[in-house]
């Protein structure tokens, strides 16, 4: 196993799986613009790799990740939002329409951003004490890096307006239930040997069969991702500048409840 130079995002090869580590610990891997900037220009080299069949996502310590940095605010400031979402947009798009085959590694939260990666993933595994949850609503926006539409996608249509319009939080076995894990396990040791068990599985396969076949799995959703991500987006932009967007930052950052007023 050898390493790439890393900040936030460490990058480790072993023979054809790539392991990206969202390393912030300080911050709950929460992501930031230079996080996403980092992990966009890892995830787009990694794509000129023949040699890559695999790539791991996971979060370093016992957080995958806990979502946009609300107190950096690059999610909510209008300007920068567009950049930050256009960015983790193409992030979570370049994944869902690569032949590598993408296993997201949930051990502790999973949040609005941090979920909306998992959610892009072919593969999502989980130990039993993650939690998820999709908490726009709750501080007066919608999730905005294709939260809305891959819901849908992986979980259903019930499912999707459960999570996203209640904003509350579920755990491993609920989000199993639901059709969005394929694999809930006891520890982070158990989630490296169900790893093991499914990467050699595939490596069985034909690669570029099973690439093609992806491709093919996911090319209903594809024709329609623009339309969808378009509308996904002019909503957000339209939530903010309201007064409930900004009584729900200025409530989560004083950690007390949003008084909302619909406006």
Same mark, same amino acid.
């Given at each position: 196993?050898? %390493?790439?130079?890393?900040?936030?995002?460490?990058?480790?090869?072993?023979?054809?799986?790539?392991?990206?580590?969202?390393?912030?610990?300080?911050?709950?891997?929460?992501?930031?613009? @230079?996080?996403?900037?980092?992990?966009?220009?890892?995830?787009?080299?990694?794509?000129?790799?023949?040699? =890559?069949?695999?790539?791991?996502?996971?979060?370093?310590?016992?957080?995958?990740?806990?979502?946009? @940095?609300?107190?950096?605010?690059?999610?909510?400031?209008?300007? $920068?939002?567009? *950049?930050?979402?256009?960015?983790?947009?193409?992030?979570?798009? *370049? *994944?869902?329409? %690569?032949?590598?085959?993408?296993?997201?590694?949930?051990?502790?939260?999973?949040?609005?951003?941090?979920?909306?990666?998992?959610?892009?993933?072919?593969? $999502?595994?989980?130990?039993? %004490?993650? &939690?998820?949850?999709?908490?726009? =609503?709750?501080?007066?926006?919608?999730?905005? /890096?294709?939260?809305?539409?891959?819901? =849908?996608? =992986?979980?259903?249509?019930?499912?999707?307006?459960?999570?996203?319009?209640?904003? $509350?939080?579920?755990?491993?076995?609920?989000?199993?239930?639901?059709?969005?894990?394929?694999?809930?396990?006891?520890?982070?040791? @158990?989630?490296?040997?169900?790893?093991?068990?499914?990467?050699?599985?595939?490596?069985?396969?034909?690669?570029?069969?099973?690439?093609?076949?992806?491709?093919?799995?996911?090319?209903?959703?594809?024709?329609?991702?623009?339309?969808?991500? &378009?509308?996904?987006?002019? %909503?957000?932009?339209?939530?903010? @500048?309201?007064?409930?967007?900004?009584?729900?930052?200025? /409530?989560?950052?004083?950690?007390?409840?949003?008084?909302?007023?619909?406006?």
């Amino acid at each position: 196993m050898y %390493s790439m130079n890393q900040r936030y995002v460490e990058v480790k090869m072993k023979g054809s799986t790539c392991f990206i580590t969202l390393n912030r610990p300080e911050a709950l891997n929460a992501l930031n613009m @230079d996080l996403v900037d980092e992990l966009f220009g890892r995830i787009k080299g990694l794509e000129a790799q023949e040699s =890559v069949r695999f790539v791991v996502l996971q979060g370093v310590g016992k957080t995958f990740c806990s979502g946009a @940095d609300i107190k950096e605010g690059d999610v909510f400031d209008k300007k $920068r939002s567009s *950049i930050f979402l256009d960015k983790l947009n193409t992030v979570t798009n *370049i *994944i869902e329409d %690569s032949e590598k085959i993408y296993f997201a590694l949930i051990n502790g939260y999973a949040l609005g951003g941090g979920f909306e990666l998992v959610l892009a993933c072919d593969f $999502r595994f989980a130990t039993k %004490s993650s &939690k998820f949850a999709l908490p726009e =609503v709750k501080l007066g926006v919608i999730p905005g /890096a294709g939260g809305c539409a891959r819901a =849908v996608k =992986v979980c259903g249509y019930a499912n999707a307006v459960k999570i996203i319009l209640t904003g $509350r939080s579920f755990i491993a076995k609920e989000m199993f239930q639901m059709g969005t894990l394929h694999e809930v396990v006891d520890d982070s040791a @158990d989630l490296e040997k169900e790893l093991a068990k499914y990467i050699g599985c595939l490596k069985k396969n034909a690669p570029r069969a099973v690439g093609y076949a992806k491709k093919c799995l996911n090319s209903h959703f594809g024709q329609l991702r623009t339309e969808y991500l &378009k509308k996904e987006r002019n %909503s957000y932009k339209k939530l903010l @500048d309201t007064y409930d967007k900004r009584e729900g930052i200025k /409530a989560f950052l004083e950690k007390r409840k949003p008084v909302f007023k619909g406006k």
